[in-house]
């Protein structure tokens, strides 16, 4: 199964929106974190609303989107890092600190997403160009912890855009069942009577992983939710994949910032280093000649 993103337009060009179906994206998401149904849920709106900023606010390939949340909640620190791999497909890696959290259902049945992550803390967005070290960031506090709440408040605090915006993910015994979302932005020319229209039927559609669930297609979605038959498609068939690009240069260069002091510890306490990626569990070993050659080469030691 592949992803689906696509972006229309909407109310004769004058509301922009785009649709995610991140099914596939959330199920190895799953696999790679080996994720309960709680963190799934929790990790899947997160990616699929990263892969929504991506796709808006990405515009080369040296741009990248770091998200972090953190909340006072018990899943703890949530990272997401965005890349474009080329104009159509974004990557993404993203991880959260406790992978193993499984609450209660909430009394409505829905996973508590908002108790994983908890209602007192913040959202912090950075947007930064590699070449050029043009930097964005924007943060706000949490709202409630259940992520498309959230970041439609970063939108309309950090962006001053209004914004709909609605994130789903659906679990079963198998794994993820149905997980996407959509944005939607009404442009400067949009009117009021455009606004009451889709606030209108946003009130009026299911949740958007029932609807995916359905197997109403993403045009479909995007006709329902902006109460508009006539849409046109702007942009289709983009990606977004999973990507972790890390290497034992790059946790080589996390050791030597520990500074000599503390690596010459290390040596004498285990006489070796362990690591692991957070966002792809790749595991790197540092041995004892690896960690003395790392002290008498390191410049900043
Ligand atoms: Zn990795």
Request: hydrophobic share 35%.
């Amino acid at each position: 199964m592949e992803n689906k993103i696509t972006k229309f337009l909407a109310h004769e060009k004058r509301v922009a929106v785009m649709c995610l179906d991140t099914t596939a994206l959330v199920e190895e998401i799953r696999k790679i974190h080996d994720l309960t149904p709680t963190t799934t849920a929790v990790l899947g709106r997160v990616a699929t609303v990263s892969s929504m900023m991506a796709h808006l606010n990405l515009k080369e390939t040296s741009d990248n989107l770091t998200i972090q949340i953190k909340g006072n909640g018990p899943i703890g620190t949530i990272v997401s890092i965005c890349e474009l791999e080329d104009l159509r497909t974004a990557t993404i890696k993203v991880y959260a600190d406790e992978n193993k959290l499984e609450l209660p259902l909430k009394e409505n049945g829905k996973i508590d997403v908002g108790g994983a992550v908890g209602n007192y803390g913040f959202l912090n967005v950075i947007r930064q160009n590699d070449i050029t070290n043009a930097k964005y960031n924007g943060i706000i506090p949490l709202v409630s912890g259940e992520i498309a709440e959230d970041f439609t408040e970063f939108f309309a605090k950090s962006e001053q855009k209004p914004t709909a915006l609605a994130l789903g993910v659906l679990v079963d015994k198998n794994g993820v069942k149905r997980a996407g979302g959509y944005i939607i932005n009404p442009l400067p020319d949009a009117t009021e009577e455009d606004i009451t229209k889709i606030e209108q039927a946003i009130a009026n559609s299911k949740p958007i992983s029932t609807m995916l669930d359905e197997n109403l297609s993403l045009e479909e979605i995007a006709k329902i939710v902006t109460g508009d038959e006539n849409i046109e498609v702007l942009k289709e068939n983009l990606q977004v994949k999973y990507k972790c690009n890390c290497s034992k240069d790059k946790f080589e260069r996390g050791i030597r910032s520990l500074g000599k002091d503390e690596i010459q510890t290390i040596l004498e306490e285990d006489g070796k280093i362990d690591t692991e990626c957070n966002f792809c569990h790749k595991k790197y070993h540092f041995s004892k000649e690896e960690l003395e050659f790392l002290i008498g080469d390191c410049p900043i030691c």
